[in-house]
Nanobody, 124 residues
Framework: QVQLVESGGGLVQAGGSLRLSCAAS????????MGWFRRFPAKEREFVAAVRWSGGRLDYAESVEGRFTISRDGTKNTVYLQMNSLKPEDTAVYYC?????????????????WGQGTQVTVSS
C-alpha cells in the first residue's frame, strides 16, 4: 500500500504562485509514476503532470506547460508541483497519485493510489 498526503493548497491572486507537496509513505518503488491531477466541479479528474519516481522525463498537460513544474525529492519521499502564473481557470481540487508501473499515463483510471486532494483557488 502507498499513502499519499497533499498539502500547500490555498487562495492566491491571478499571476501568483503556489507549491503543492505530496508526501508518500508505505510501499513505494523507483519505477512508480507520480502524477498530479485536478478536478473541476462536476467533471472528471484531469491530468496535470507526471514524473517517474526514479527520474526521467517530465510530462505536462498543454494547459500548464511552461507555468507548472513537477519535481521529486527522494530523501523526503515527496513530490512537488510548483505552480506559477496562476489563472482563475486553474481553480480546482488538486490530487497527487501514484501508478505502480514504469509506463507514463495521463489516464486517471490507471493510477492506483490517491491522496485526499487539496483546494487551489485563484481569484481574478
Amino acid at each position: 500500500q502507498v499513502q499519499l498526503v497533499e498539502s500547500g493548497g490555498g487562495l492566491v491572486q491571478a499571476g501568483g504562485s503556489l507549491r503543492l507537496s505530496c508526501a508518500a509513505s508505505g510501499r513505494t518503488f523507483s519505477t512508480y509514476i507520480m502524477g498530479w491531477f485536478r478536478r473541476f466541479p462536476a467533471k472528471e479528474r484531469e491530468f496535470v503532470a507526471a514524473v517517474r519516481w526514479s527520474g526521467g522525463r517530465l510530462d505536462y498537460a498543454e494547459s500548464v506547460e511552461g507555468r507548472f513544474t513537477i519535481s521529486r525529492d527522494g530523501t523526503k519521499n515527496t513530490v512537488y508541483l510548483q505552480m506559477n502564473s496562476l489563472k482563475p481557470e486553474d481553480t480546482a481540487v488538486y490530487y497527487c497519485a501514484a501508478r505502480a508501473s514504469p509506463a507514463y499515463s495521463r489516464l486517471y483510471s490507471s493510477y492506483e493510489y490517491w491522496g485526499q486532494g487539496t483546494q487551489v483557488t485563484v481569484s481574478s
